[in-house]
């Protein structure tokens, strides 16, 4: 099983994060931000990734810190759980459509952390959450896990679904990018021998 176990802690936010690659599912998500538990329910669901996340952040500031501090840990726990990276598919990408929305997204588990997020929101709202926080945890993810990530939404109207589109195709590209290629027969799929 790759799996692994994050706690970072600052004067801002409490998270703790357990991530396994090759789960069914299984989630236990409190972040204190409910919108962002429903993300990453189905980010884990989508992915096929168990994932438990607990987060004690400073919600009498704003959402920003728990959403960006809980992005900087699950992408530390993605990254220790990948290992080696030995026998991955690496490449992924995937149209997500959820209604009037379509979400592209492509990913390359490259190492080199970068994020292209084509990605606009109708509304500054979701609920309680500010939609700009949905860029802040891709950006966040990204860099920690140290993966080449690009979000376009090609089209869409609704916040909630523009947002979940992006969620659920990532953990779709995740699924795919970190599935094992019995043709690559334990190698790191990369020329130079690296990723
Ligand atoms: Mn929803």
């Not at 994060?17 to 204190?32: F, H, N, P, R």
């Not at 429903?38 to 920003?64: I, S, Y």
């Not at 290992?83 to 009037?100: C, N, Q, S, T, W």
């Amino acid at each position: 099983m790759r799996s692994a176990s994050v706690s970072r802690r600052t004067s801002e936010t409490d998270v703790s994060v357990s991530l396994s690659l090759d789960g069914s599912g299984k989630t236990g998500i409190t972040t204190g931000v409910g919108f962002l538990d429903h993300m990453l329910e189905l980010l884990a669901r989508h992915a096929l990734f168990d994932l438990e996340v607990k987060v004690a952040g400073d919600l009498h500031v704003d959402q920003h810190h728990t959403t960006e501090d809980t992005g900087i840990a699950l992408g530390q726990a993605f990254l220790k759980a990948l290992g080696d990276k030995k026998g991955i598919a690496r490449y992924a990408d995937v149209h997500l459509p959820m209604d009037e929305t379509l979400t592209r997204v492509a990913v390359d588990i490259s190492g080199r952390p970068f994020l292209v997020f084509r990605t606009a929101f109708p509304t500054e709202k979701i609920g309680a959450f500010d939609t700009e926080l949905v860029r802040e945890w891709f950006q966040a993810f990204a860099m920690n896990a140290g993966i080449t990530l690009h979000v376009e939404t090609l089209y869409g109207d609704n916040s909630h679904h523009i947002a979940e589109s992006c969620f659920k195709g990532l953990a779709r590209a995740l699924r795919r990018a970190v599935a094992l290629d019995p043709r690559e027969e334990g190698r790191v799929p990369s020329t130079k021998g690296a990723l």
